[in-house]
């Protein structure tokens, strides 16, 4: 069993800690917000469970955490067009949390948006090697990328690489049946705005993101080495350095083992430079 701490614990964060509870993910809990009744609510909420975990609010523990998840921050409502429209609110927010991170040296797991520039400013800010970053939100566009393909009736694996935002980049080189560039591109808006139907409804997506972390944080500490699509900080991978982007990424103990440099095809190579442009110039801004 390990140690998960929770940075942010509302509804995503908060729902993280109930699966990595209630699927055994996880034996100790670590929970921190910055407003006390909330935080109080939840801890409160679990231990009304019976599960056999134990919950702590103590911020040194953070440190001994196996892994951290950061979910702290202004999450994404219908006012908000893009994600990236939220780096100047919760860049505040990394810059007020870093302190929480002193001494952590287990793997550090970035969910505040925008989640690829959040997780390149954390892994600069607090010193921890790159493969100890990992940046979620791939697993959850391939996710609705699968959605969209099986309601085409269209076969094979779905993953995204890319940023998680506008620069989406779906693999359709990896399915068994060829999809045309008009096609690809209408999928493509889909995946853009698949959150925002959820977000109008009721306030925020919470079931596919908590679901998608919990599974990352089970790869990380029961050190399965699957291949997952993950932002990873990049040092020449893809043909970009000095920024975070979704790749596929061996997960385990130690964090992102290995990226795997798949082949791509055209059409997915180009929105990739796209993706790494864009990431780039904002992890530049971030971090300057």
Request: hydrophobic residues 40%.
């Amino acid at each position: 069993m390990a140690s998960v701490a929770v940075i942010g614990v509302g509804r995503i964060g908060g729902e993280l800690a109930f699966l990595s509870a209630s699927l055994g993910i996880a034996d100790t809990l670590i929970l921190y917000d910055t407003m006390p009744g909330l935080l109080k609510a939840q801890v409160l909420d679990l231990r009304h469970t019976g599960l056999p975990i134990r919950v702590s609010t103590d911020t040194n523990e953070i440190r001994e955490a196996d892994v951290c998840v950061f979910t702290a921050g202004l999450p994404r409502n219908p006012a908000v067009k893009t994600r990236a429209d939220l780096l100047e609110s919760n860049l505040k927010v990394m810059r007020d949390s870093t302190a929480l991170l002193a001494g952590f040296s287990g793997i550090l797991i970035t969910v505040t948006n925008p989640m690829d520039i959040n997780n390149y400013y954390l892994c600069r800010k607090t010193g921890l090697e790159r493969e100890r970053c990992i940046g979620f939100g791939g697993q959850l566009d391939s996710s609705r990328f699968g959605v969209a393909l099986r309601q085409k009736r269209i076969g094979g694996d779905p993953f995204v690489l890319g940023d998680h935002g506008e620069h989406q980049v779906p693999l359709f080189s990896r399915l068994s049946t060829a999809v045309p560039e008009v096609r690809r591109e209408e999928i493509l808006g889909g995946l853009r705005t698949a959150s925002m139907e959820v977000i109008a409804g009721k306030g925020g997506t919470v079931f596919g993101p908590a679901w998608h972390l919990a599974h990352l944080v089970h790869a990380v500490t029961a050190d399965t080495r699957e291949v997952l699509a993950c932002s990873a900080v990049l040092d020449g991978e893809y043909g970009f350095r000095d920024c975070s982007l979704g790749v596929p990424a061996r997960v385990g103990r130690e964090g992102i083992l290995a990226i795997e440099e798949w082949q791509l095809d055209p059409w997915e190579t180009a929105k990739m430079e796209e993706a790494g442009k864009f990431t780039e110039e904002l992890c530049r801004k971030a971090v300057s």
